[in-house]
């Protein structure tokens, strides 16, 4: 069930906790795949961990060890350039020629211009989970200390606490901003101005990955129900639920084509849902590498990239 409202104080309890000690919810673990993958898979023994693509760059994070993968979507067979990092990393975020790691083991923000490589690094209060850009300001979530850091530059300007149990991904959608906490699989309204966490609203039993499409709704990944939500953000309001069965996990959006894509860990599968219409429709269904834990869109040719976290390559798909 969905609850609104912020969390209850005192006797009356916390309407958006789900259970007495909340875990975040993971990725289903992966069988042995039963069909070919798809399209080309590009060699690679390391586990991805988050994949985004920057102009003709397609970036890959791998965790061992810890680096990102920069390769050329017009060649996928040359040898990619690996840009080593002080710690793995959780989120890619694109933004103005370059790519923003969070390294949440390292407490580090790495800013990675594409194609060159080049990296430079801030430095973190905390385990930073994930960023976003607004209005010219760095948007970080801080997974373990339950806030969201707005930086100018390289300097916090603010830091917003308040009714998160956990920080771990913050999303921009006009002129909302909403953040989102795994462990009370919840979403926030974020007040920039006012420095405070707002609303929340239930999002589902274990949401764990989450993107904004091209009509300003936030789509969430729900693990563990089974299904994808899509809020509106402003006002914060759940608009869509679809079952999903099978595991969903990894979540892209292609703006072109209005497509967002799931992973589905429990089979081995990428699905292409058109959201155009009052509930999403499936159009693509295709298989996977094991353990398709990440995927992205080439906003380009709309070709779909697949990552697996078990070191079973990288996978490129033109549907």
Same mark, same amino acid.
């Given at each position: @069930? ?15 906790? $789900?259970?007495?000690? +909340? ?12 069909? #070919?993958?798809?399209? %080309? ?9 988050? @994949? ?33 990092? +002080? ?7 694109? $933004? ?13 923000? !790495? ?12 430095? *973190? ?11 010219? %300001? ?13 930086? #100018? ?18 999303? *921009? ?33 274990? !949401? ?78 295709? +298989? ?10 080439? #906003? %380009? ?19």
């Amino acid at each position: @069930m969905l609850v609104s409202g912020c969390s209850s104080e005192g006797g009356g309890g916390d309407d958006l906790q $789900v259970v007495q000690n +909340p875990t975040a919810a993971v990725a289903a673990t992966s069988p042995d795949p039963t069909a #070919e993958p798809a399209g %080309q898979v590009v060699p690679q023994r390391a586990d991805v961990t988050s @994949m985004v693509t920057a102009g003709r760059t397609l970036v890959a994070a791998v965790s061992e060890p810890a680096s990102v993968l920069l390769y050329d979507l017009d060649d996928l067979k040359a040898k990619p350039r690996t840009v080593e990092l +002080p710690g793995p990393a959780a989120e890619l975020t694109p $933004v103005d020629g370059a790519v923003l790691a969070s390294l949440p083991r390292a407490g580090t923000l !790495a800013r990675i211009s594409v194609p060159s490589g080049e990296v430079s690094t801030v430095d *973190v209060d905390g385990e930073p989970a994930a960023t976003a850009v607004r209005d010219g %300001q760095t948007l970080v979530a801080v997974r373990d200390r339950k806030a969201v850091e707005v930086l #100018e530059g390289d300097q916090v300007q603010k830091t917003i606490t308040g009714s998160l149990y956990s920080a771990d991904d913050v999303l *921009v959608s006009g002129d909302a901003t909403v953040v989102l906490d795994r462990l009370r699989t919840a979403l926030f309204t974020v007040d920039l101005a006012d420095g405070s966490i707002q609303e929340g609203l239930r999002a589902g039993d274990g !949401a764990t990955n989450a993107v904004v499409d091209a009509f300003g709704r936030v789509l969430v990944a729900d693990t563990r129900g089974g299904g994808l939500l899509a809020f509106g953000a402003d006002p914060l309001l759940l608009r869509q639920r679809y079952p999903v069965p099978g595991g969903i996990y990894g979540l892209a959006y292609d703006e072109k084509r209005h497509v967002a894509w799931v992973t589905l860990t429990e089979r081995n599968e990428v699905v292409g849902f058109d959201m155009r219409g009052g509930e999403p429709t499936e159009k693509f269904r295709l +298989p996977t590498v094991r353990q398709p834990n990440s995927v992205t869109v080439d #906003e %380009q040719t709309s070709r779909v990239v697949v990552g697996s976290g078990a070191g079973e390559g990288i996978q490129v798909i033109a549907p």
